[in-house]
């Protein structure tokens, strides 16, 4: 059974920097794309940032510049750096990755969720 497990979500003051991880577990054959998005209340999900396998990354605009997305493959693992937060960045976080798992296909699968609250 494949799972995504995030860690690194937290409280910060504005300007400050945090780290998401996200790890996929499981019998894993090949993972694609994978990204963070994010769901602020009142407001519909966005995606934050994405990165292919090769390594290729892409950022909505209100990130780009002050977050960084990065992937380990050999650790099925993806990582969000997020410096200059603002309170605006405040939300709840989930990792996603396009991932095929042994005797089955390509699959979208989603992690549990990370709070992130950035204070003024």
């Known amino acids: 059974q494949v799972q995504l497990v995030e860690s690194g979500g937290g409280l910060v003051q504005s300007g400050g920097s945090l780290r998401l991880s996200c790890a996929a577990s499981?019998?894993?054959?090949?993972?694609?794309?994978m990204g963070w998005f994010r769901h602020a209340p009142g407001k519909q999900r966005e995606l934050v940032a994405v990165?292919?396998?090769?390594?290729?990354?892409d950022y909505v605009d209100s990130v780009k510049g002050r977050f960084t997305i990065s992937r380990d493959n050999a650790k099925n693992t993806v990582y969000l750096q997020m410096n200059s937060l603002k309170p605006e960045d405040t939300a709840v976080y989930y990792c996603?990755?396009?991932?095929?798992?042994?005797?089955?296909?390509?699959?979208?699968?989603w992690g549990q969720g990370t709070q992130v609250t950035v204070s003024s």
């Open positions: 996603n990755a396009d991932l095929f798992p042994y005797g089955s296909s390509w699959n979208d699968y």
């Open positions: 499981g019998s894993i054959f090949s993972i694609s794309a």
């Open positions: 990165i292919t396998s090769g390594g290729s990354t």
